[in-house]
């Protein structure tokens, strides 16, 4: 028995109950946006408007664990190699694939440094790069370029239906406003936790903590400067040689050639192996008839000495920004060991969690690029669209030669030995910094030895043949 069709319409307490077409959205994205400007409901002062991304500049700019944790992730990002896979082996889609291979080789800017800009959404929110055509040699359309328009130039977005269309971009030169097309442009957004489209980026997540951090080193910074230990006090008896002046038995010239040895002393405190100095130990003597002596020295030098500070506090809460932030960045091993405290199995498990998040950044990097240059070029060139290669990065990781060659001799052992034109062996010596090895050479030799060891010697179209054979008909 047929199961009948049931059309059932949620109860919505009121309003437009129609059903709800497929093609069509009945929801709303979570912003609102007037006459192009995002509505903002960010509470920091110094995180309005464009003036976040003059924040953000200024924390990568200036804050050393910032700066080092992005040129860290940067430079992993810039080091993958980018392969093109084509759609299949048609004609059509090896020619395609062909085509964009070449094209991103073929521009003004490195690939490299473009992947690199492109990956900031992570730390801004969003990156917005504008591709530039060119006219090729062979009369096919390629890159030019691919150029960064600066986050804190975007001034407004054209919004459709909650979907960028377009920007609006205030020229630096001249204040001008410059409308782009999103078809013109590489844009891709951090829109894990929203929908905004500035994204938010990890920028955001430390902005805070880099005001605690600098005003604790600048409390930091002012203790030191005014912690008073340590500085030379220099004791003299200034009224008995006032005295001796009144006498006459001493000038006033020979008054400051006495006192010149601790005036020098106290100018020139910084330690050294030509500081130091003999004084008068002569103690004070009372004025009565007795006369009797005092502990306290009429000369004397000593530091001065002080109760113990904040300072190591400052430190410690100094030592716990850092590694939050380098926590929230993704970059916590690079400060292990700092404390002498860290091991390498730990090290090792940070970094391969960064090398992971690495490669999914240079994965979404790809589907970024497939959607927008990938799409441009196809079309600029009347390319069968259906059959769009797909950019596949390398993916990051350290390569441990020994465990490589580890692995390779436990797969031998169990029955799978690795033959003389394997590639792996050529890869291995260059991970070694040797120089590579001719595959084609060495097997020709062998077949030649092998042959002179005949009793039927062959030709050299046989020896070629079996030279091919080997290479398994390569």
């Keep these: ?27 709303s994205p979570g912003f609102a946006s007037y006459n192009g400007f995002i509505e903002e409901k960010e509470k920091h002062p110094s995180l309005i408007g464009a003036k976040k991304f003059i924040t953000y500049s200024d924390m990568l700019a200036n804050t050393s664990i910032v700066g080092a944790g992005v040129r860290y992730f940067l430079n992993l990002i810039s080091k993958a190699q980018w392969n093109v896979e084509p759609f299949d082996d ?31 959404y992570r730390f801004y929110g969003f990156s917005i790069q504008e591709w ?36 609006v971009q205030r020229d630096a030169q001249d204040f001008s406003e410059v409308y782009l097309d999103i078809n013109w442009l590489v844009y891709i957004t951090d829109d894990s936790i929203t929908d905004v489209p500035e994204g938010i980026g990890l920028f955001r997540h430390i ?10 080193e600048q409390l930091e910074a002012f203790g030191f400067e005014t912690d008073l230990r340590g500085i030379p006090i220099v004791k003299a008896p200034l009224e008995d040689l006032a005295d001796l002046v009144s006498r006459g038995e001493i000038t006033p010239a020979e008054r400051n050639i006495i006192l010149q040895p601790l005036k020098n002393f106290v100018a020139n405190h910084i330690k050294s192996a030509k500081l130091g100095m003999m004084i008068d130990s002569s103690t004070y003597k009372s004025k009565d008839t007795a006369e009797s002596v005092s502990p306290t020295p009429k000369w004397d030098v000593e530091l001065l000495k002080g109760s113990s500070t904040s300072q190591d506090a400052i430190a410690v809460a100094i030592n716990r920004l850092n590694h939050e932030i380098a926590r929230l960045l993704g970059v916590e091993a690079l400060l292990l060991g700092a404390d002498g405290r860290g091991s390498e199995a730990l090290s090792r498990d940070k970094s391969q969690n960064f090398f992971l998040i690495v490669d999914s950044t240079l994965m979404e990097l790809a589907e970024s690029y497939k959607k927008s240059i990938v799409t441009v070029l196809g079309e600029q060139n009347g390319m069968d669209l259906q059959k769009k290669p797909s950019f596949k990065p390398e993916a990051i990781k350290f390569k441990d030669v020994e465990e490589i060659t580890t692995a390779l001799k436990d797969l031998a052992s169990a029955g799978a030995p690795i033959m003389a034109d394997d590639p792996i062996i050529n890869e291995i010596r260059d991970l070694l910094g040797t120089s590579r090895i001719d595959v084609v050479k060495i097997l020709q030799d062998l077949a030649v030895n092998t042959d002179h060891n005949s009793d039927h010697p062959k030709d050299d179209d046989e020896i070629a043949a079996e030279v091919d054979k080997l290479l398994g008909g390569k």
Aim: proline share 4%; hydrophobic share 35%.
């Design 90 to 120: 048609s004609p059509e889609a090896l020619e395609y694939a062909e085509l964009l291979e070449s094209a991103i080789h073929d521009m003004e800017t490195p690939w490299y440094r473009i992947v690199r800009r492109s990956a900031m």
């Design 207 to 216: 902005v805070e903590t880099v005001e605690k951090l600098k005003r604790y």
């Design 1 to 27: 028995m047929a199961k009948k069709k049931v059309n059932k319409k949620l109860d919505t307490g009121g309003g437009d109950k129609g059903s709800k077409s497929l093609f069509d959205n009945k929801g």
């Design 132 to 167: 530039i055509l060119k006219r090729r040699i062979d009369g096919r359309l390629g890159f030019k370029d691919i150029e960064p328009r600066p986050q804190h130039t975007i001034e407004r977005w054209d919004i459709e239906n909650g979907r960028v269309i377009g920007v």
